[in-house]
């Protein structure tokens, strides 16, 4: 049986700040036991909300093992033996998270035959057999985290898992159920080292759309709650001002890759350590600035048109001087920007 979240609404992500429509379509999905997509760039915030739904699954009582059994409906060897004990198991025990990546396996995700236990109880036993990521995830949540950096191999093996609820062994016929929920993040098409995920394999999935933060208050709000805080003050106009302009650099027509919420935390964080260094008790317009390439450069790429003509760190200074020109609160320190 799919995990149930009855109680989801859409208030129970208060973690994460704005996204308003993104939690709503998140709480929908969950409320049925459907499997959901995450879609969106990265440093928004895909995996801190997929992660608050481990926190949304009840405490079940089940058997201790790996499997998560149901005392009632015991599915592994252990637990069919009479061998296990039962006990409390919570939401963020049964939230399995897998990360993707290029040399991920199947057998990470589904288990192998172990050849020695196959030799003794034979190689189509379940005694013979580890369990991979997935069944650990039973009765709970397996999170995929950014899915479609996995090869399309492993998409091909979650295909029955994801329709059928159990899973088929390569050769050997041992269908173990698979009972969870599957929440998968994805960051767009375009980014290096992404896999295209197949018509086949997303007919199985909801796909939620998750953006930058709708205004320069809300993300201002989460570089605050995010960011670490040093001995220094950081005026508020500052604050908005830094802010703001990883905004303008982001919405920037010859931008392709774009600055996410991480760089406003990296110039948040790095403006107080700078203000530290120099001994000052509030953080000013040149902390800021000794910081902006540093954080920024390497989170920006330009467009084709423009990449082979100017690189980023040069494309950065210039938009960073105009931006100052427009904002006398970056200018406030009195000292050359």
Same mark, same amino acid.
Request: net charge neutral; aromatic share 6%.
């Given at each position: 049986?799919?995990?149930?979240?009855?109680?989801?609404?859409?208030?129970?992500?208060?973690?994460?700040?704005?996204?308003?429509?993104?939690?709503?379509?998140?709480?929908?999905?969950?409320?049925?036991?459907?499997?959901?997509?995450?879609?969106? #760039?990265?440093?928004?915030?895909?995996?801190?909300?997929?992660?608050?739904?481990?926190?949304?699954?009840? =405490?079940?009582?089940?058997?201790?093992?790996?499997?998560?059994?149901?005392?009632?409906?015991?599915?592994?060897?252990?637990?069919?033996?009479?061998?296990?004990?039962?006990?409390?198991?919570?939401?963020?025990?049964?939230?399995?998270?897998?990360?993707?990546?290029?040399?991920?396996?199947?057998?990470?995700?589904?288990?192998?035959?172990? #050849?020695?236990?196959?030799?003794?109880?034979?190689?189509?036993?379940?005694?013979?057999?580890?369990?991979?990521?997935?069944?650990?995830?039973?009765?709970?949540?397996?999170?995929?985290?950014?899915?479609?950096?996995?090869?399309?191999?492993?998409? =091909?093996?979650?295909?029955?898992?994801?329709?059928?609820?159990? @899973?088929?062994?390569?050769?050997?016929?041992?269908?173990?159920?698979?009972?969870?929920?599957?929440?998968?993040?994805?960051?767009?098409?375009?980014?290096?080292?992404?896999?295209?995920?197949?018509?086949?394999?997303?007919?199985?999935?909801?796909?939620?759309?998750?953006?930058?933060?709708?205004?320069?208050?809300?993300?201002? @709000?989460?570089?605050?709650?995010?960011?670490?805080?040093?001995?220094?003050?950081?005026?508020?106009?500052?604050?908005?001002?830094?802010?703001?302009?990883?905004?303008?650099?982001?919405?920037?027509?010859?931008?392709?890759?774009?600055?996410?919420?991480?760089?406003?935390?990296?110039?948040?964080?790095?403006?107080?350590?700078? @203000?530290?260094?120099?001994?000052?008790?509030?953080?000013?317009?040149?902390?800021?600035?000794?910081?902006?390439?540093?954080?920024?450069?390497?989170?920006?790429?330009?467009?084709?048109?423009?990449?082979?003509?100017?690189?980023?760190?040069?494309?950065?200074?210039?938009?960073?001087?105009?931006?100052?020109?427009?904002?006398?609160?970056?200018?406030?320190?009195?000292?050359?920007?």
């Amino acid at each position: 049986m799919i995990p149930s979240f009855q109680n989801v609404t859409d208030s129970s992500f208060p973690s994460i700040l704005g996204s308003r429509r993104t939690k709503h379509e998140l709480a929908s999905a969950l409320l049925t036991g459907r499997h959901v997509i995450i879609a969106g #760039p990265p440093g928004i915030g895909k995996t801190t909300l997929a992660k608050n739904v481990s926190r949304l699954l009840s =405490n079940l009582v089940l058997n201790d093992c790996e499997y998560h059994c149901d005392p009632k409906e015991p599915l592994c060897p252990v637990c069919r033996s009479g061998k296990t004990k039962t006990r409390t198991v919570s939401g963020e025990e049964r939230f399995v998270r897998v990360q993707g990546s290029p040399d991920l396996v199947v057998e990470d995700l589904l288990g192998d035959i172990d #050849p020695i236990k196959a030799l003794q109880f034979g190689p189509s036993s379940k005694e013979a057999f580890t369990p991979g990521k997935i069944f650990r995830a039973n009765q709970g949540v397996l999170f995929f985290d950014e899915l479609n950096r996995a090869p399309e191999k492993l998409q =091909n093996s979650l295909l029955q898992v994801l329709e059928e609820g159990k @899973a088929t062994l390569g050769a050997y016929s041992v269908d173990l159920p698979a009972n969870f929920v599957f929440i998968g993040t994805m960051n767009p098409e375009e980014n290096a080292g992404t896999e295209k995920l197949s018509d086949v394999f997303l007919d199985r999935f909801d796909v939620i759309n998750m953006s930058y933060p709708d205004d320069v208050q809300t993300e201002v @709000a989460i570089v605050v709650a995010s960011g670490v805080k040093l001995a220094v003050d950081v005026p508020s106009d500052l604050l908005s001002a830094v802010v703001l302009f990883v905004r303008v650099l982001r919405n920037h027509p010859d931008v392709q890759k774009k600055p996410s919420v991480r760089a406003s935390i990296g110039l948040f964080e790095r403006s107080q350590a700078n @203000a530290v260094l120099a001994k000052r008790k509030t953080v000013l317009a040149i902390d800021v600035a000794d910081a902006v390439l540093s954080v920024l450069s390497h989170r920006l790429g330009l467009k084709p048109s423009l990449k082979f003509l100017q690189k980023p760190e040069e494309f950065i200074k210039k938009e960073f001087e105009k931006f100052v020109e427009q904002h006398p609160e970056l200018g406030a320190s009195g000292e050359s920007l």
